[in-house]
C-alpha cells in the first residue's frame, strides 16, 4: 500500500524536529514540497530535508492562487482546498509506486491553522493510501518556551485564535496566530500584558514582552521594519490578563 506522511517539522528551529519526525523523513522516498512565495521559508524546509531524508527525492507542487478578497472567506477556502486536493492527488498517483512512501512537510504542528490534514482527508475519498500524522513542536510552543513561560495559569484555560477574531476580545489568557493587522493594537490595554515573538526558533528570532500598552508601539514598528527587510514576517503572540487576587 502506498502511504503519505504528514509530517510536522517545528516552527522553524532544525533541532526541533523530532525524532520520530526525522525517522519518517528517511521512510520517504518523495517529499512533496508545496512552492509558496517565501523563499525564506522554502529554505529553511530545504535544509531540514538534506539534513534528515538525503535519499528522498523531491518534488516540488505548485500552490493553486487563493482568492484572500473574496467575501465569502470559508467558500474561498474550500475551492482552494479542492484544487489543492487535485494538484496533490495526480501527484500522490504519479509519484507514488505501489508501496511507495510520499511525505508532506507541515510547518509546526498539523493539527494547528494548518490544511493538510484536510486536504488529505479529501484525496483520500478518491485514491486509497494509508497515512499517518506526526506531531511537530508548534509556535505558541516555541513561543511559551522562549519567553520561558507557562502558556495557562493554575487552573486556567488557554484560548488559541486567530487576528481576525481579536476583534470580539479576549479571555485570560489568549495565543493570537494568523495576525497581520497588529489586532493587538484594537484593545483595551488596561491589565493585559503582551509575549510576542516573530521569527521563533530562527536566527532572526525577535522577542519582546511586557504590558501591552507600554509596548505595543514598539511591536508594531520592530515588526513593521523586520518585514521590510526581510520580505514577509511569521509572529505569534500570547496575551495575559492580570488575575484580580494576583
Ligand atoms: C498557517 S499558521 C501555521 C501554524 C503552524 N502549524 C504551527 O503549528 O505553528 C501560520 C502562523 O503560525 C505562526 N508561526 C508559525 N511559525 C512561526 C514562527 N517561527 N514564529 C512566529 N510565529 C510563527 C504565525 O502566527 C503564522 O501566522
Given at each position: 500500500v502506498r502511504t503519505v506522511s504528514i509530517i510536522g517539522?517545528?516552527?522553524?528551529?532544525?533541532?526541533?524536529?523530532?525524532v520520530q519526525a526525522i525517522k519518517a523523513l528517511g521512510r520517504a522516498e518523495v517529499i512533496f514540497v508545496i512552492d509558496k512565495d517565501a523563499e525564506d521559508l522554502v529554505g529553511l524546509r530545504r535544509e531540514m530535508i538534506v539534513r534528515h531524508a538525503a535519499a528522498s527525492r523531491t518534488v516540488v507542487l505548485a500552490d493553486p492562487p487563493r482568492?484572500?478578497?473574496?467575501?465569502d472567506y470559508r467558500a474561498a477556502v474550500e475551492a482552494w482546498r479542492e484544487q489543492r486536493a487535485d494538484v496533490w492527488g495526480a501527484a500522490i498517483e504519479r509519484e507514488l509506486g505501489d508501496d511507495g512512501v510520499g511525505a508532506f512537510l507541515v510547518w509546526g504542528?498539523?493539527?494547528?491553522?494548518?490544511?493538510t490534514i484536510a486536504v488529505i482527508d479529501r484525496i483520500r475519498a478518491r485514491v486509497a493510501f494509508d497515512h499517518e500524522v506526526i506531531p511537530g513542536i508548534s509556535s505558541p510552543q516555541a513561543l511559551a518556551a522562549r519567553h520561558r513561560?507557562?502558556?495557562?495559569?493554575?487552573?486556567g484555560a488557554v484560548e488559541i485564535t486567530t487576528g481576525r477574531l481579536l476583534d470580539d476580545g479576549c479571555g485570560e489568557d489568549t495565543v493570537v496566530m494568523l495576525?497581520?493587522?497588529?489586532?493587538?493594537?484594537?484593545?483595551?490595554?488596561?491589565?493585559l500584558d503582551i509575549y510576542w515573538g516573530a521569527?521563533?526558533?530562527?536566527?532572526?528570532e525577535i522577542l519582546i514582552a511586557g504590558p501591552l500598552g507600554e509596548v505595543a508601539e514598539e511591536i508594531v514598528r520592530v515588526r513593521r521594519e523586520a518585514r521590510e527587510r526581510k520580505g514577509w514576517m511569521m509572529d505569534t503572540y500570547l496575551l495575559r490578563r492580570s488575575r484580580a487576587a494576583e
Open positions: 517539522i517545528g516552527a522553524g528551529d532544525p533541532d526541533q524536529v523530532t482568492d484572500r478578497a473574496a467575501a504542528d498539523p493539527g494547528l491553522y494548518d490544511s513561560i507557562p502558556l495557562n495559569r493554575v487552573g495576525d497581520a493587522a497588529c489586532a493587538f493594537t484594537g484593545l483595551a490595554a488596561d491589565g521569527y521563533l526558533g530562527t536566527a532572526d
